[in-house]
């Protein structure tokens, strides 16, 4: 798994690639959502278009990650997740937690609106 962050205006953009599964480098994918809160962006958008799989551990840290913007009083959305992370998130009934977008122009009005 690789992770790769942006900033956009007051944006963080968290790109995952690869699988995300349990493992140690989940905990990069946790931190990235800590140090983002603890710099001062509340806005959070996390795109899985190049994620090949997640697993239940993977779910886990993206709702780790929800909770920790959240309780920051910021926002987290979801940008292309594929098909598989979709079916995921219907399944787990983590759909009604995320956001979900498959525009980046969207998703950040979204953010920033």
């Known amino acids: 798994m690789k992770i790769n962050e942006e900033n956009k ?3 963080k953009v968290i790109r995952l690639s690869g699988k995300v ?11 990235a959502f800590e140090s983002a809160v603890n710099n001062d962006f509340r806005r959070i958008l996390v795109d899985l278009g190049s994620v090949s799989w997640m697993d239940s551990s993977g779910l886990g840290v993206l709702v780790s990650g929800h909770t920790t913007v959240s309780r920051a009083g910021g926002r ?5 997740a594929t098909k598989k992370i979709h079916e995921l998130f219907i399944i787990t009934k983590l759909i009604t937690v ?3 977008f498959n525009d980046e122009t ?3 009005a979204a953010l920033e609106g």
């Open 9 to 11: 205006g007051t944006v």
């Open 21 to 31: 599964i349990s493992g140690p480098d989940l905990m990069e994918v946790k931190t």
């Open 76 to 80: 987290m959305v979801i940008l292309n």
């Open 98 to 100: 995320f956001d979900t």
């Open 106 to 108: 969207e998703a950040l």
